[in-house]
């Protein structure tokens, strides 16, 4: 590990470094898609910052991940938490040209620990069967996987420790 991370809340003003952030095609091999673009985040953020979704059935938490030292934006992590309660879905993707480095595993500690202060006992992710790296991450968390697939996907399900 070469440096320590934060996360912080997603601003509007995050688009254009997030683009340059999420630009490689190898960050979309699991989850399909392509690179967006500035206004395509533009868009994204303008409904991820309202902190909920349009009908109010869940809270939405967006953080961007920072190094430390650089305070450059390297990723992001995300939890939805439903408003009756219920397990939070968390996911994290950390650019390209950053990975390797352990931030993933980090900032989604760092998420952890807001989603715990927030009362928030169980969680869980999707995480494509042949993504090890994410799968790696899940098992730092103390996330185990499970027999529910949702797209293609493996959910990974364990407590908020």
Do not use: C
Not at 13 to 24: N, W
Not at 33 to 59: C, N
Not at 103 to 113: I, K, S
Request: aromatic letters at 6%; glycine letters at 12%; proline letters at 6%.
């Amino acid at each position: 590990m070469t440096d320590t991370v934060s996360i912080r809340p997603l601003r509007m003003a995050d688009a254009e470094e997030m683009a340059v952030v999420l630009a490689h095609p190898d960050l979309y091999e699991f989850s399909g898609g392509e690179p967006p673009s500035r206004p395509d985040l533009e868009r994204r953020y303008a409904l991820q910052t309202q902190g909920h979704s349009p009908d109010g059935s869940a809270l939405w938490i967006n953080h961007v991940v920072v190094t430390e030292g650089e305070q450059r934006a390297v990723g992001y992590v995300q939890a939805t938490i439903p408003a009756g309660g219920g397990p939070a879905e968390i996911a994290w993707v950390i650019g390209r040209a950053w990975q390797g480095h352990g931030y993933a595993t980090q900032a989604a500690l760092l998420l952890l620990g807001e989603l715990r202060d927030r009362g928030v006992r169980q969680i869980y992710a999707h995480i494509h069967p042949d993504h090890k790296a994410s799968q790696g991450v899940a098992r730092r968390l103390g996330l185990k996987p499970t027999e529910v697939k949702e797209d293609g996907e493996t959910r990974w399900i364990g407590d908020v420790a």
